[in-house]
């Protein structure tokens, strides 16, 4: 694995300062102590439990015990139609929603054949793109907070504010839009929404930036996460680790970029970001650029906007044609995907729901063996999962 | 008291002396909470603070002393329960007793110990037993933890505290803190002496040594491993609640208030304005208002510390532990110490 | 490079799809007969079903063969349900309802099957994979663990495991992932009833009490113009989505 920053001393004298440790704990013969983080803490990002055996303050072994938000939705979605799964799904992650709907919604257009027309495939990557934006500008104030840093907290919540009023004017929800339809999008755009989109992204990107200086570029902050969590990159693929986890550690994998739907990401000129360390700073800071782009995005995105319906005809009564079919986005926290199973119902007949969260927190027990107790909470934190998405 | 015409009796003076005490311990924390902690940092977070009791807030902290007071007095079945409602109490004792040594004015002091300095180093670290005790007694693995990541930190930097001191007990030749203020007021650079002398200046090494120091004392962020309050809770405070809880808070706050009194007597010049100023030759010809100008001044200078302890504390993310230790043991130390050899060098042949 | 085309009025087969038959080649080379049925949709996905003794192999197939991210690893329950879309009324007997196995895409025999998903990133393609489960009575049920194949299978097979009651062998450690460990039953087996829905049938029992006889005035007889206000936007008329944005927007011109 080549690494760019991280020098192989510092790796080496991680290591071995986590090994002397361990030494002298044996020869000490001291009682591991047996901790629970949670379901009730400050640092998991919901009811997570992560069980850890403790010798000092190092973990010798960690199991996460999920389950707590399990709501059953793979169970729910087999007695509902369609657009009442859309609602559904808004709640697996709450922070980005409207990224939920979209790889369902192509599922199901995909068994019935039929594709958005042109604008209403603009404006959902538009509103994937802003569902991204706002579910990572979180993750970077919700950062600091796990490490001590109380104040970027305050900004990311100030300036998320303004991607939400945005996706509240379009939608009419700020957490839970619940707009994509079957065909295409509940309605149009409200007038002077390209303007005020505009004027958020510039927003977002001096939020980028402040969080840039306050945080990632601050010493104590690169002390804490480099060399912290390296994930080599086939342990990265083995995992399942998705999105800005898996192309932290190298690989270059976008479900934007790599894979053919109808959406829009193609009409934009964007980039991808890779980092080669796989370590916590790495996933960090790959997300504060895939931010960046985001709004790049948007606002090449927002420019080209095409006239026309926003809505396919489809019959009122939608009844999907038997089949399966499989699709998957480059969600906020990484590869969502939905297999649909019909049997030309109203509703679907199975759905399995791959959600991100839950690959990436897999990789836990093989992550957090010989780290220390503050390192448990700043690879959790890199490795961003939200419960809803870990629990369906 | 011979600013006072009457003639108080010592059972009055020493009432005065404790009712003197607590002021002096309280107006600041009052003052550090208010003014850094619900304004400052708010401001700093792009939002308002507390707005709601009295105009501006300003009553929030009486609002708040009246919530904990009247909450119940909880204490964990299986904590030890003698000790547990001790500790607080140890960590309250150290402020009071770090606060008696220190002079606000010519006359304004409440013990003028020869070696005033030897006996606030010696208390500022009671503390620290009272952090120890209630992260052990609290039958809790999380104030546990964070007992046993206070018991290094703190204990690694009392260290740079003391050797930073040195360097100006070296300068001024004296440990009586009344004696070091006079240095720095009735003192000279290069023969100007329009600004006194200052310690800051000379011993700017020590100043930054001993600032940092007393962050990690205070187990303020970015050294507050010990409460750490994404992983551990609240650490050795977790199971506090009510009025122990207040107890804990004041005594936090308190003690950066009584911190920043200590450094700005030991570096800043204390209750005094260069005696240039007045024409004052020594300590004895100064005029008795000092005594009420004293402390005002003393307050000015602890607030613009007691800025920098909290602009630091809302900045920063905080250090591991190790990261922690390595800072003090192989940054701190050596810095302060090679501090004292400049210093004792730059005074035996200067 | 990512697989670019054209939709025209007809399907046109992606030029990946030579590389996806290319990998069908590859992969029946490596596990010969246990390769039961394949379909490759154009501009779609590749699906493979094989046999359940050889998933294992299969796994490990796979991989040698660069397809090293892994996706997800589940099951599906071919039975349609019993209770239908949890509809029925409490007090009618409950419907005839057809018990008629059908599976989907590349078939099957049995009621339950493994539905698993790699990728390769490198080439950007990805297969979706099914296998039975073999059910009868002399055979243990379940199938090959891909614990040593795919570390991530781990927390999926648990999954599966507790959610169809289908067994891994060989997998280290089978415990309930999401539900108590008390619990009893396989909740996404389609025989196994959406308590919510017992409970409470869909749509549910409306039950507040009917208005009471002697309100003619206090009819919601204002409920079109209201609903027609706030829905409609009407040319000009005070439509509130488009106003508050228009509102948003002026402001912030100031």
Redesign the interface.
Known sequence: MSTSDLTERQQLSYIAGQAADARLNVELETEGMTLNIGPQHPATHGTLRIIVRLDGEQVVWAEPSCGYMHRGYEKLTEVRTYPQVTTLVNRIDWLGSFANEVPFILAAEKLMDIEAPPRAQHIRTILFELSRIANISLFLGDLGVQLGAVTPAFFAFRDREHVLNLIETATGGRFHPNFDRIGGLKDDLPKGFVDETRRVMRKMRTYCDQIDDLLIGNEIFKARTRGVGIVPRDVALQYGLSGANLRASGVDYDLRRDQVLPMAWDKADWKVWTHPDGDSFARCWVRLQETREATKIVDQLIDGLPAGPIMAKVPRIIKVPAGEAWVSTENPLGEMGYYVVSKGDLGPFRVKIRSASFNNISIAPWLLRGVYVPDIITILASLYFILGDIDR | MSALAIEIPYWGQSLLRVLGGIVAVLLPAGTIVYVFLFKMMSF????LGPMEAGPYGSMQLFAEVGKWLQKEDLAPAQADQRIFKMAPLIVLVSTFLLVAVIPFGPDAWFTNFDVGVFYAMAVASISVLGILVAGWSSAN??SL?GGL?AAGQLIAYELPMVLAVIGVVIQAGSMNLQEIVVAQNAGSIFGWDGLGNPFVLTQFVGFVVFMIAVQAELTQ??F??PI????L?SGYMTEYSGFRFLIFFIAEFATVGVFSLVASVLFLGGWGVPFAWFGWDSIDSVDDWMNVGGPLIMLTKMMVLSFLIMWVR??????????LQRFAWKVLIPISLANIVVTAIIKVAV | MSDVTETEGEVQALPGDGLREGIVDELRRRIGDALVDTELRPNDDLWVRVDPASWRATGEALAAMGFEYFCYLSAIDWLPSPYGRGEDDPTQPSPERSSEIRQGVTGGDTRFQILARVVDTSRHVGITLKTDVPDGDDVAFGVDSWHSVYAGANWHERETHEMFGIGFTGHPDLRNMYLPTEFEGHPLRKDFPLLARMVKPWPGIVDVEPMPANDDEAEPNSSDESAGAVRQGGEGSASDAPQSSERVSSERDQ
């Open positions: 700093m977070q792009s939002r693995k999380y933890l990541r962020p970015p507050d491993m750490a309050e994404s992983e809770v809302f900045s920063f993310p905080r250090f591991r532990e190790d990261q």
